[in-house]
């Protein structure tokens, strides 16, 4: 019988490719120029470059950047929850399980601004000496600081709304 979960108390879902449009282009343009080399060399027949890459290889390349990357790419999302006590978090596909922190080993949460270019040099699973971070966008956040002096710091786009789920578990 599944064990029936209660409703989060808090819930978040930041998607990479909402939030960083520049991103999308990125993606967009490798996956265009792979579909194009395809097309030219493997459909029409004709040899791109001086030296052109085998058929089998075009195809590899198509696969990766034209169909995986994008697909990676824009279902990447941040995902947190406060649920019966116990912070939860997920950057999925990269975690496809919740990872939680359980509030008996919160030692510290406050909300912060912070610069995810500046302070992690760029967004995603990102660390620096101070600790780890989970962002996608924007400049709001919750920093945990655990017991061993540990910071996570995780983006929020309502980190006012994650604290005081957070607190009102821990009275």
Same mark, same amino acid.
Do not use: D
């Given at each position: 019988m599944k064990k029936e979960e209660s409703p989060a108390e808090f819930y978040e879902a930041q998607y990479m490719a909402k939030d960083q449009p520049l991103m999308v282009i990125v993606v967009w343009a490798?996956?265009?120029?792979?579909?194009g080399i395809f097309a030219?060399?493997? !459909?029409? /027949?004709?040899p791109v470059g001086n030296n052109p890459a085998p058929d089998s290889a075009v195809w590899v390349i198509m696969v990766i950047f034209g169909i995986l990357f994008p697909l990676f790419m824009f279902s990447l999302r941040l995902e947190t929850r406060v649920m019966n006590g116990v912070f939860g978090y997920r950057y999925f596909p990269v975690h496809l399980k919740w990872r939680t922190i359980k509030s008996h080993d919160i030692k510290k949460a406050e909300v912060v601004d912070y610069s995810g270019l500046r302070e992690f040099g760029g967004w995603g699973i990102r660390w620096n000496r101070r600790g780890k971070a989970y962002t996608v966008a924007g400049r709001g956040? !919750?920093?945990?600081? =655990?017991? /061993?002096?540990?910071?996570?710091?995780? /983006?929020?786009?309502?980190?006012?709304? =994650?604290?005081?789920?957070?607190?009102?578990?821990?009275?």
């Open positions: 490798i996956a265009i120029f792979s579909w030219v060399q493997v !459909v029409l /027949g004709i956040g !919750v920093r945990f600081t =655990l017991k /061993g002096k540990k910071e996570i710091l995780f /983006g929020s786009k309502k980190p006012e709304e =994650l604290l005081t789920a957070l607190n009102r578990r821990s009275e």
